[in-house]
């Protein structure tokens, strides 16, 4: 069982949708959870971090986490034409430190239709 | 806040030669930068961590001896493909640790083509 695992997709939703994007993991140490956006031929961008279990909202964007389910969700409100990205989950066990490493789903492809 | 700059952002070169990417930390110090490596429609691989002032951490499986890195200041890692081979085609992607949120923050990459 890897670590991380997301569903690749890809998703596709109409403009104006709401789109949910999930990753699970199986590591219980983990305890900072972060989602990033990645445009084709881009680094990626962090978009939401959060620390430990609950919701935390910045403008169309909520990101869940539930801790003693090992799941964590991304929700996009009011979807948009250029949100269409990969979007990659990644969490790790420290914050900082000499054993600081995150660690990444595949990334879901999602594509919002005008 | 938190920017991260690399390069070059794109780079072609023959089999047998060596390349040099550069990646900074524009806006912050970073003691820790990592390195990555993502095939087409993969995740992103780490390949090292690069401490300031100190020797590089490798993944298993990463040739140390091929990528070379060196983070001599707080704003500056290097990686060197050396002796590239086609199969080192690939977009590296390096990112630091720091800001106001202690996580890591990307560069644009850098897409390598050898030929």
């Known amino acids: 069982q890897k670590e991380v695992e997301q569903d690749p997709g890809p998703l596709s939703v109409p403009e104006g949708a709401i789109v949910s994007l999930n990753c699970t993991y199986s590591n219980s140490a983990f305890q900072y959870f972060m989602w990033y956006r990645q445009y084709s031929r881009k680094g990626p961008e962090l978009l939401m971090y959060t620390y430990s279990s609950g919701n935390k909202e910045d403008g169309r964007f909520t990101a869940q986490v539930d801790k003693s389910s090992k799941y964590i969700s991304l929700f996009i409100r009011d979807s948009q034409p250029s949100d269409s990205a990969t979007y990659l989950c990644a969490m790790s066990a420290e914050s900082g430190g000499s054993n600081y490493k995150l660690t990444f789903g595949k990334g879901t492809l999602l594509t919002v239709n005008p | 806040g938190a920017v991260v700059s690399q390069h070059p952002s794109r780079v072609i070169c023959k089999s047998g030669t060596s390349v040099k990417i550069e990646c900074r930390s524009l806006d912050f110090q970073a003691t820790t930068m990592f390195w990555y490596r993502q095939f087409p429609k993969q995740s992103l691989m780490l390949m090292a961590t690069?401490?300031?002032?100190?020797?590089?951490?490798?993944e298993q499986g990463v040739e140390k001896d091929k990528f070379l890195i060196n983070h001599a200041s707080l704003t500056l890692s290097t990686l060197t493909v050396t002796s590239a081979h086609p199969e080192d085609s690939s977009f590296y992607i390096c990112s630091a640790l720091g800001g106001t949120q202690e996580t890591q923050y990307f560069g644009p990459g850098t897409r390598l083509l050898v030929l």
């Open positions: 690069s401490n300031e002032g100190s020797k590089a951490t490798y």
